[in-house]
């Protein structure tokens, strides 16, 4: 399978927990993003990577977010001190630059957040 | 900023009959939109883009939308439901930060899609 993979794919955690999420993009796109989807809303997005910087975060990351992409490859999200508000589903996308608008993102299946 | 609307939360059809997703964006310069499905435990899939090569564009399953500049609309269209397209739609615009001079997509609230037998 050369589509973008997420792992896990299902994460129950207590308030107050850490959790990471892991993000494989398809493996020649240089560009990498991450959004949050909500119950009944769509997608929003969170911050992406351009090979392994990180080169733009919504004002929705705040400070106990936190993502990497080291070599340019697989990527992180981790949550700290996890919020009840903190549940959703988080997405992952991949494409490849050629700096036009209609670059199409190939999304991953999504990890599903549920915050006790 | 840019923006899409989608105009109707939830939309049934019967199996066999037209579909009309409808969406309406804002933009400040010509934009490039989009279409994607969300099937249940799966990712989004691209459905269809415009991209102002033509304003009629055709995407995979039977679909298509058409892109009115006059009325800033880009519905998404199929001529016969399937029980397969059951699903939600999103309709997307791509935004160009204009910091850092690349595009980032943004989505509108969905449009859950059901066939009836």
């Known amino acids: 399978d050369t589509g973008v993979s997420q792992n896990p794919r299902h994460k129950i955690t207590k308030r107050g927990q850490n959790v990471t999420f892991r993000c494989d993009p398809i493996?020649?796109?240089?560009?990498l993003y991450w959004y949050r989807q909500t119950l009944g809303q769509g997608p929003e997005f969170l911050t992406y990577?351009?090979?392994?910087?990180?080169?733009?975060k919504s004002r929705l990351l705040s400070d106990r977010f936190s993502a990497e992409r080291p070599k340019g490859s697989f990527s992180t999200l981790e949550i700290q001190r996890t919020e009840q508000g903190d549940s959703a589903m988080y997405l992952c996308?991949?494409?490849?630059?050629?700096?036009?608008?209609?670059?199409?993102?190939?999304f991953g299946p999504g990890t599903r957040l549920t915050v006790l | 900023a840019q923006s899409v609307t989608q105009l109707d939360s939830h939309v049934s059809v019967s199996e066999g009959t037209p579909v009309l997703l409808r969406c309406n964006y804002s933009?400040?310069?010509?934009?490039?939109l989009f279409w994607y499905v969300q099937h249940p435990n799966k990712g989004l899939q691209l459905l269809l883009k415009?991209?102002?090569?033509?304003?009629l564009v055709k995407g995979i399953n039977g679909f298509e939308a058409e892109f009115k500049k006059s009325e800033t609309s880009f519905h998404l269209t199929k001529p016969s439901a399937h029980m397969s397209d059951a699903a939600e739609y999103f309709c997307?615009?791509?935004?160009?930060?204009?910091?850092?001079?690349?595009?980032?997509?943004?989505f509108g609230t969905g449009t859950r899609l059901k066939v009836l037998a």
């Open positions: 415009y991209t102002s090569a033509a304003t």
């Open positions: 996308a991949s494409s490849l630059d050629s700096g036009r608008s209609y670059n199409e993102q190939f």
């Open positions: 933009s400040s310069y010509s934009p490039s």
């Open positions: 997307v615009v791509s935004e160009m930060h204009l910091t850092s001079g690349t595009y980032k997509y943004i």
């Open positions: 493996s020649e796109h240089n560009r």
């Open positions: 990577f351009q090979n392994e910087a990180q080169l733009e």
